[in-house]
C-alpha cells in the first residue's frame, strides 16, 4: 500500500520550546522594532522562516560524531573525516575549510576578480555579487527568460541562459571573464532547481572558451531531487550520483554549508586546478586558518562530514522537498500568488500582486513581512525594493524588478502542523489583504540597508 501521507522521516529526542504570543503583545513588538523583522528578537517569533541557512536540526549521529572531534591545529582526525567526505562527493583534489559560504567566495572571487573582470551567473547570490564587486569586477545575471515569468510551468527555471552566456563571451572577451558560476538551486531567482543538460551545455562552452566553470552549490542534494523527477534519464540514479555528475562537470565549488550539510556553521572550497588552489591556500591561511581547519573547528568537520552524506537519503529529500512544495501549493490553492512551480528550499510569494493598492515606494513586500509576523508571529524576508532598491539623484526610489517575500523552511525543524498553522495564517492575511498599510523608511545605512532600516506605517 502506498500511503498518500509523507511523514517526517525522523523522530523528535530534543525539543526547543517556541514562546508564544498574542497579536496585541506582536503588535507592540513589531513597533519597538521599528517594523524590521530582522530586529525582533528569536523569542517574539513563532514560526521562523527568516531563513533555511544554519538553521537546520543536526542528526543524533551528527551529534554523536561532534564528540569524535579533533581540535588540534594541524593534520587532525576531522579534517581527515572532512576531507574524505568533500572528496567523495565532488571529485574535487583542493578542499578549503571555510567558516561559511562567503569565505569561500572572497577568497575563489577575491582572488580571480579586480578591475576590469567580469562574472557571470544564472543570479548571483548578494554575498557572491557584493564579493565580486568588493574586488573590483563587475557580476552579470542571466537567467532564462522563463525565470521572469512567476506562474510559467517551467521544470528548471533555475537555468542559465546559454545563448546569452554565448554572446557575453564574445562581447566581453573571453580572457576578461573570470568564472562562470552556476548556482544550484538558484536562490536569489526562488531557489528554482537547474537541469544536468544546463550545467552540461555551460561546462562545454567553458571548455571551449578556457573559461573557469564554478558551482555555488549550497543547496546540491535539493536540486539532484529535482534532476531526478523532472529530467530524463535521470529517474534511475541516486540523488547523490547525480550530484556526484554535476561536480563533474565543474572545475571548482563553493559551499555553504549551513544549508545541504545540515549544519550550523561551515562551507568549503574545492577546486581541480593546483595553482589556483595553491593561491586560494595563501589567502586562506591569512584570513581564515591553517589548511587542516581553516574556519572551522574539529567538530564542525565531523558534523559536515555526516550531514553531506545523510542530506542525500531519499526519505529525507522527499519530505523536504514535499513540505515545501505543500506549504506552496496550499496558499496558492487560496489565491496567493507565488512563484511557480515551487522551489526547493522556499516559498517566494508576489507581494505586489498580493497587495495592488500598496505601491512600489511605500514597499509592498515589507508590508506582508510585517503583517504575516503581527497577524501569525511568522517571521520571513523582504525580497524586493527594500533589499535592492537604489535611489536616482533626486533621491527618487528605483524599485528592484520584482517585489517578493521569502519564506525559507529550514531544514528538519518544523512539523507538518507548523506548516498547516502557517497555511492557517494565509487565511486572516488575505481576509484583511485590502487594510494592509504601506511603510516609509525613517532611517537607514548606506550598505545592505534590510538589515538595519527602520520603518513607520504610511498613514
Ligand atoms: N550562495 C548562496 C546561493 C546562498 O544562498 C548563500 C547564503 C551564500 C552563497 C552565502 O553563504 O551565508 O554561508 O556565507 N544564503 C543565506 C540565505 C544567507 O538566507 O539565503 P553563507
Given amino acids: 500500500m502506498n500511503f498518500k501521507t509523507i511523514i517526517e522521516p525522523f523522530r523528535i529526542k530534543s525539543v526547543e520550546p517556541i514562546s508564544m504570543s498574542t497579536e496585541s503583545e506582536r503588535t507592540a513588538f ?139 563571451i564574445t562581447e566581453l572577451g573571453e580572457k576578461n571573464i573570470a568564472a562562470v558560476i552556476l548556482t544550484v538551486t538558484n536562490n536569489s531567482g526562488g531557489g528554482q532547481p537547474v537541469s544536468m543538460q544546463n550545467a552540461k551545455e555551460i561546462s562545454a562552452i567553458c571548455k571551449k572558451h578556457h573559461i573557469l566553470f564554478v558551482l555555488d552549490c549550497c543547496r546540491i542534494a535539493e536540486n539532484s ?53 595553491d593561491a586560494c591556500t595563501q589567502l586562506l591561511i591569512i584570513t581564515e586558518g591553517y589548511t587542516t581547519y581553516g574556519g572551522l573547528s574539529g567538530r564542525d568537520m565531523e558534523a559536515i562530514a555526516v550531514g553531506l552524506v545523510e542530506v542525500f537519503e531519499a526519505d529525507y529529500l522527499k519530505y523536504r522537498i514535499r513540505s515545501t512544495t505543500y506549504l506552496g501549493e496550499k496558499i496558492l490553492e487560496k489565491g496567493v500568488p507565488i512563484i511557480y512551480p515551487v522551489g526547493g528550499h522556499a516559498v517566494y510569494i508576489d507581494a505586489k500582486g498580493l497587495y495592488p493598492h500598496i505601491p512600489v515606494d511605500q514597499y509592498p513586500g515589507q508590508a506582508l513581512v510585517c503583517e504575516l509576523y503581527r497577524i501569525g508571529g511568522i517571521r520571513c524576508v523582504e525580497i524586493g525594493s527594500v533589499m535592492f532598491g537604489k535611489y536616482d539623484d533626486h533621491g527618487k526610489l528605483i524599485p528592484a524588478p520584482m517585489e517578493l517575500v521569502r519564506l525559507a523552511i529550514p531544514r528538519r525543524v518544523y512539523t507538518q502542523s507548523h506548516i498547516d498553522y502557517v497555511v492557517e495564517v494565509f487565511d486572516e492575511i488575505i481576509r484583511v489583504k485590502k487594510s494592509a498599510k504601506g511603510l516609509k523608511i525613517k532611517q537607514e545605512p548606506k550598505f545592505l540597508r534590510h538589515f538595519t532600516a527602520h520603518f513607520e506605517l504610511v498613514k
Avoid at 90 to 109: K, N, S, V
Avoid at 243 to 264: I, T
Fill in 30 to 168: 513589531l513597533e519597538r522594532a521599528h517594523f524590521n523583522p530582522f530586529l525582533l528578537k528569536s523569542d517574539q517569533v513563532i514560526i521562523d522562516f527568516l531563513t533555511d541557512s544554519g538553521t537546520s536540526a543536526m542528526s543524533s549521529n551528527q551529534w554523536a560524531a561532534m564528540m569524535n572531534g579533533d581540535e588540534s591545529y594541524a593534520g587532525a582526525r576531522s579534517w581527515e573525516r572532512f576531507e574524505k567526505a568533500v572528496h567523495d562527493l565532488t571529485g574535487m583534489p583542493y578542499i578549503l575549510p571555510t567558516h561559511q559560504g562567503r569565505a569561500a567566495e572572497r577568497i575563489l572571487y577575491g582572488h580571480l576578480g579586480g578591475e576590469g573582470k567580469y562574472f557571470i551567473s544564472n543570479t548571483h547570490f548578494d554575498t557572491t555579487r557584493a564579493n565580486i564587486e568588493y574586488s573590483g569586477a563587475s557580476a552579470h545575471d542571466i537567467p532564462v527568460l522563463e525565470a521572469r515569468d512567476f506562474s510559467a510551468n517551467h521544470p528548471f527555471k533555475g537555468n542559465l541562459d546559454t545563448k546569452q552566456l554565448q554572446h557575453l
Fill in 225 to 277: 531531487y529535482f534532476i531526478h523527477e523532472r529530467e530524463k534519464g535521470y529517474h534511475e540514479k541516486s540523488f547523490r550520483e547525480i550530484a556526484q555528475e554535476m561536480f563533474s562537470l565543474a572545475d571548482a565549488c563553493v559551499m555553504s554549508a549551513k544549508k545541504d550539510a545540515l549544519v550550523n556553521m561551515g562551507g568549503f572550497l574545492a577546486m581541480r586546478n593546483k595553482e589556483l588552489a
